[in-house]
């Protein structure tokens, strides 16, 4: 396993086990979303990009 796939796969544990939930960074602060409309979670973009990823191993087309 290479070193990108074992970042991938570390993103994605740490994502489905909640690290990077909402309330981990604004626990003390406002309840409602000061982000504008439209602004995406990067961390988001990154983590469905590596699912895309693991999938095309795991197809053998990359």
């Known amino acids: 396993m290479g070193i990108l796939e074992l970042l991938i796969v570390i993103l994605v544990i740490l994502w489905l086990l909640g690290y990077f939930g909402r309330g981990r960074f604004y626990a003390t602060g406002p309840s409602v979303s000061t982000v ?15 699912v895309i990823l693991i999938i095309l191993r795991l197809l053998g087309l990359v």
Request: charged share 0%; glycine share 20%; no cysteine.
């Open 36 to 50: 504008g409309v439209g602004s995406g979670n990067w961390l988001h973009i990154l983590l469905v990009v590596a």
